[in-house]
Every structure is written in structure tokens, then in C-alpha cells.
């Protein structure tokens, strides 16, 4: 798996890998210290399969920056990460394509279940957050399913779904594909050039997302779903978007 951390703090950034070394054992860290760099290295091949985003960095507002950055992310996942706790700006930045704001006061244990709620296809606000009007009308306003609040360790933490069909990142329906070729999470791994541990995200994700509990039941749901055409013809290179 490899993530892009954009922060102008090193010490934050070096704090960061640590936390998020208990997400995937096989993890590569991307750095950037400005939406430039955070926008170059984004278009870094293969590409990346989370983005973390300060929003108080050099080169542009964080408005411009979100957006242009979210412009080369397409279906990635973008998550804000800031001191910052203002209503108004949550509801601003999961507009803007943020798939969750997570403050910087957040604990080690809440900021890995929140990103892999994130990675699993679901959008994390803060809890405290979801008792303001604004972001309240936001949640409504959204293509957003029920609320899942058992996808996270810790009761109270909320994370949204949108519908089925839309959870399915590029990079899941990769493996999606392989599975439906029979090929067992090792086999995923060397074709995507991926770790195990990456692979084994995917597959979970993949599972919550299709509501289902095992492999089989994950590529019988997918050709309901109309995901049949795309096992046959997946591109299975390793240099696919993420």
C-alpha cells in the first residue's frame, strides 16, 4: 500500500509513519511539504491508494489545493488532517471530494479506524461534529447510505456508506477480478505488485462493501452487481491506478 502524507511539519510527518505502520507491515510512505509537491507526487506511477492532506501547507489556499490534488486522486481517497476543528470547513472539504476529517488531537487507535472505515469505502467525520447543523445538512445532502457506526473500534464514531455499486475503489476492482479467477491473496500480491498485507485490505474492504462474508460470496454479489464483464477484463499489470 502506499499512502501520500502532505504536511509542512516533519516531525508531524515522522509521527504519522509511525501510526501508520500498524495499517500494512509492507507500507510506502510518499512525503510532500506543499500542495506542489503534494499534486507531483500524487501523479508518481502507480499512483497511491490513500492521501493524507494538511490543509494549512504552501503554494495555494487549502481550497485550491484540495481541489486540484483531489483532480489528479480521482477515485483515491483524500483525507484531511488538521489542527483545525471548524464546522464550516469539515463541510467545505467532504464537498470539495475529502473522504474524512480527522484532527490532528485524534488518538493513534481513532486515526486507524477512521482511515481504514476510509479505505473500506465509508467517509469518517468526527463524532463531535455530527451534532452541528451544518454538518448535519451536509450529511443529508450527501449520496450517502445509513450510518455504520460498528465500522470502527470504539462506539460513537460514525461512518457513512455511500450506495454499494459506488464503494468499489479501481484498485478493489483489480482484486475483485483475480479473486473471481480463483487466485488466492498470494497470487493477488505478485500479479498487483502488492504486499500481502495490501491484499488482504482490499479483500476485507471488498467483503464490507458487498455484504458478504467469504470470498465466493463476494464474486457471486459482484456479478449481480454487474462487476462480471470487468472480472473477465481487468487489467492485471500492477500499474493500474490506485
Known sequence: MRILIADDH????????????????????????????????????????????????????????????????????????????DRRLVADAVRLGASGFIPKTSSGKVMIGALRLVLSGGVYLPPALLEDKEVASLKQALPLGSDNPDALDDPGRVGMRPPTSALLTPRQREVLALLGQGKSNKEIAR???????????????????????????????????GFATEAETAPVGGQSPS
Open 191 to 225: 500479479v498487483l505488485d502488492l504486499s500481502e498485507g495490501t491484499v488482504k485490505l482490499h479483500v476485507t474492504a471488498i467483503l464490507k462493501a458487498l455484504k458478504v462474508n467469504n470470498r465466493t460470496g463476494a464474486v457471486v454479489a459482484a456479478a449481480r452487481l
Open 10 to 85: 516533519e516531525l508531524f510527518r515522522d509521527g504519522l509513519r509511525l501510526v501508520l505502520s500498524e495499517l500494512d507491515p509492507g507500507l510506502e510512505i510518499l512525503e510532500a511539504s506543499s500542495f506542489d509537491q503534494a499534486i507531483a507526487r500524487a501523479e508518481e506511477p502507480p499512483g497511491v491508494d490513500l492521501a493524507l492532506l494538511d490543509l494549512v501547507m504552501p503554494g495555494m489556499t487549502w481550497h485550491e489545493g484540495l481541489t486540484a490534488l483531489k483532480r489528479r486522486l480521482g477515485e483515491t481517497p483524500l483525507v484531511v488532517l488538521t489542527a483545525a476543528e
